[in-house]
């Protein structure tokens, strides 16, 4: 093994590396290029240019306003409710049942981390049909509330898991101290594993919301009312009627992926600190 000092190793160029990155970045960027760029031609200038990457001849915003006409406004106040509902019920129930895992001194409250590894092997559509049964039986179907619940349900076998693995890096000489002192669960649990947790809950609050965002099997099986279409459905529906108006629908695929990148970009710090925490301990 070579004793050189890293500072004074000679630099070399990764030539195939860079390539491969180039590659990788072309295959990102020319699709949403062009996805952006069709939104704002008109229907002709989609058939006309020879070239589908290069400028419209005449560029238009009113392909943007034709799909909120159509109903996408109301598809994302729907897709609002139900990211929040599920992620805050989702965050709300592993955080407690992680907690519970860790710091349970029975073997039931530790045994029962296996439970959510075997959630993790039973597929959402190996559950359509007496989830929709259900759903009927307690009279949720076409309902918000009825799309919540099951995304959230299905999304707490891989919470649990990270949740559980995080508040494991919490040193338990920490909630003995605050326990000597007198502190009870629910205050150990409040200031101490709350805010210790705080980079996790952000990362699988933002995976959790991002699945729940895009989930496209549950709003159709569980929901028939145009008014409660979430955005993937909605999109489905523009696919039927905006056929042959390319433009409008990739107008529609913009405006639904700007919300996420909004939240990738205010919350990427978090993301990252939350995806790499515990890597220093």
């Not at 959630?119 to 509330?145: C, E, H, M, W």
């Amino acid at each position: 093994m070579s004793t050189m000092p890293l500072a004074r190793r000679p630099w070399r160029v990764n030539i195939p590396g860079g390539f491969l990155g180039v590659v990788w970045l072309a295959l990102v960027i020319v699709p949403v290029y062009w996805v952006l760029l069709t939104s704002i031609c008109s229907p002709a200038d989609v058939y006309a240019r020879s070239n589908p990457l290069e400028w419209p001849a005449h560029p238009t915003l009113d392909n943007y306003g034709l799909a909120l006409q159509r109903g996408l406004a109301g598809y994302f106040v729907n897709s609002v409710i139900v990211v929040i509902g599920a992620t805050a019920l989702v965050l709300f129930v592993c955080f407690l049942a992680a907690y519970t895992i860790v710091r349970s001194r029975s073997g039931f409250g530790r045994g029962s981390f296996s439970i959510f590894l075997v959630g993790l092997a039973f597929p959402a559509q190996a559950a359509v049909i007496p989830l929709f049964y259900l759903i009927n039986k307690i009279r949720l179907y076409d309902s918000l509330t009825g799309i919540i619940l099951p995304s959230a349900a299905f999304a707490v076998p891989i919470t649990v898991i990270i949740l559980t693995n995080f508040m494991r890096d919490i040193p338990a000489e920490l909630c003995e101290s605050m326990r000597v002192d007198g502190a009870s669960n629910a205050r150990i649990l409040w200031n101490l594993a709350l805010p210790l947790s705080k980079p996790a809950l952000i990362t699988v609050g933002i995976y959790d919301g991002l699945n729940v965002w895009n989930g496209f099997l549950f709003p159709l099986v569980l929901t028939q009312s145009p008014n409660i279409r979430v955005i993937p459905l909605g999109l489905y529906s523009f696919s039927n009627d905006l056929t042959l108006n390319i433009p409008a629908m990739m107008a529609a695929v913009v405006l639904s992926a700007m919300p996420i990148l909004v939240v990738y970009v205010l919350g990427r710090r978090q993301l990252l600190a939350g995806l790499t925490a515990g890597f220093g301990k």
